[in-house]
């Protein structure tokens, strides 16, 4: 007995010779076998099937697919091909049909094509912190929506922990996860690279040269870190005493030389902004620092920051804690140093000065260690988008993250132009801003929810203590918890050792969106 799957389309359990004269007789034009060979005895092979209909001149098709298994996408994506392109009425098979219909459900449920690209209701470029929380947020308002999630990467980090692997508290393991076990269920994520961006056309073409189409854009791929922008960086790094945290592999390599650097001189190194987590290299100076501390060495070390900028923080109110740490550790601070050329084997970094007056010179230091933190960029299929503004990041709109000459484009996360700190807890309070403002864009309403440029840096000055710097647009104080926010904690070092990570793999990235104003707005728009 057979079954309607759709006007064109039956199925129903095994074939017999009978059957298939019967098909024939009566105008079906294809017939597709899920069942594979040798199942049971008596079973009549695929062969003799296949050569008993293409002799009564029908369309044989062999998509097996294993009892108790689940049709993946290329089985899906070769039953749906088969569909649109061979005649009908067609017929499918298995032992039960139960097979049959789960394949039939699976290359439905495919996205459709529009004009030679594949068309998802939301696509997301960056499966990074942002592309994973708004992906989730997402579907937390709206479950139906079609959702590709698109990144080559196939792993998945939290890098606010590097700082502390970079100082003995923290397994580099713990930080990295498999790219699959991130992704959203009802999700698909597209392990490809992004090409260009067509947003008059609602499209994006990936380096494989296929297209996707889409109603609603997201780009949130990260930032780029521009390592080959400092001269004999990418040789220099990984030995020789030149590290950085910024990168999964070294920042174990900048525990190893903090542990067995006793004397001599420790350089740390921070670019012009905008990069993500500014105190980032500074974090790694202290910890350095109060190892050196702990071991009674600190007082054979020379330490020196290079600060390209002109301020320690860019936050007035928490610059007094900094400079007593400074003064605690004996650092001297370099302003408007850049840092523009490493030699490893000599062990000579290179900075450029710039005067008041605006005069540029270079001067040489020698190191035992240098702590390096590159200059970062927007990433280059952005920076030569349409959707960038001068400086190469996607212009949005600083409070709704709306594009601001696209309307059905939305940015977050480090690629975003918003003039907000480039940290994981600012990207917490855009998600879901990001997902109430697009599901009420496809409802034809108005942006509602507006992000206050809110940011925060767990600032480690030693070891068990942290400055827990909160704040939004203008440097205005945005603290979580009612103690004043310029004191070292215990309390927050154990935030940022403990709690942060949980909330991180178990909060951001699943959805979860405590102590942000916008959920209280419509959990479900």
Request: hydrophobic share 40%; glycine share 8%.
């Amino acid at each position: 007995m057979s079954k309607q799957l759709d006007n064109q389309l039956t199925v129903s359990g095994q074939l017999d010779t009978e059957d298939i004269k019967r098909l024939a007789a009566t105008g079906f034009k294809t017939i597709v076998n899920n069942r594979p060979d040798g199942e049971e005895a008596n079973q009549p092979s695929n062969a003799q099937l296949q050569a008993l209909a293409e002799g009564l001149g029908l369309n044989w098709v062999y998509l097996p697919l294993t009892a108790g298994q689940k049709p993946d996408a290329n089985l899906a994506q070769s039953f749906r091909d088969v569909m649109d392109t061979l005649p009908r009425p067609a017929h499918v098979f298995c032992r039960t049909g139960r097979r049959s219909e789960m394949i039939h459900q699976a290359a439905s449920a495919l996205p459709a094509q529009t004009n030679g690209a594949t068309h998802y209701d939301v696509v997301i470029v960056g499966a990074g912190t942002a592309g994973v929380s708004v992906a989730t947020s997402i579907l937390n308002r709206s479950t139906g929506l079609r959702i590709a999630l698109v990144d080559p990467a196939r792993t998945h980090d939290y890098q606010a922990a590097w700082t502390l692997v970079g100082a003995g508290e923290f397994e580099a393991t713990q930080t990295r996860k498999p790219m699959v076990e991130v992704i959203p269920r009802g999700v698909n994520w597209l392990a490809k690279a992004v090409e260009s961006f067509q947003p008059e056309h609602n499209q994006i073409t990936l380096a494989d040269g296929s297209k996707l189409a889409y109603d609603q854009l997201v780009v949130c791929p990260g930032l780029k870190l521009n390592w080959h922008a400092i001269e004999g960086l990418t040789e220099a790094l990984g030995s020789n005493g030149v590290t950085s945290n910024y990168r999964y592999d070294l920042a174990q390599y900048t525990w190893e030389l903090v542990q067995k650097t006793r004397k001599g001189r420790a350089l740390f190194t921070q670019p012009a902004m905008p990069i993500k987590c500014a105190g980032a290299p500074q974090k790694a100076m202290y910890l350095s620092c109060s190892n050196w501390e702990e071991k009674k060495v600190l007082g054979n070390i020379e330490v020196e920051m290079y600060n390209a900028g002109a301020v320690v923080f860019g936050v007035p109110t928490f610059v007094p804690p900094l400079m007593e740490y400074i003064k605690r550790y004996n650092a001297q601070v370099n302003f408007s140093h850049n840092l523009v050329k490493i030699d490893g084997p000599s062990k000579t970094a290179t900075f450029e000065v710039i005067s008041p007056d605006g005069e540029k010179r270079r001067v040489e230091r020698t190191f035992d260690m240098i702590h390096v933190v590159p200059p970062q960029v927007a990433p280059d299929f952005v920076a030569k988008s349409p959707l960038a503004n001068a400086a190469g990041w996607v212009d949005v709109d600083q409070h709704t993250l709306q594009h601001v000459r696209y309307p059905n484009v939305f940015g977050l996360g480090d690629a975003g132009s918003m003039p907000n700190a480039k940290t994981t807890a600012a990207i917490r309070k855009q998600a879901p801003i990001v997902a109430n403002n697009l599901i009420r864009v496809r409802q034809g309403l108005a942006p509602q929810a507006d992000y206050d440029g809110y940011g925060a840096c767990p600032l480690t000055v030693e070891k068990g203590k942290v400055v827990l710097a909160e704040f939004s647009y203008g440097g205005k104080l945005a603290p979580t918890f009612p103690l004043n926010p310029a004191v070292p904690r215990r309390l927050n070092w154990m935030l940022k050792k403990h709690v942060f990570p949980a909330l991180y793999w178990f909060g951001a990235l699943k959805g979860r969106e405590w102590l942000t104003a916008c959920a209280k707005l419509d959990s479900k728009v």
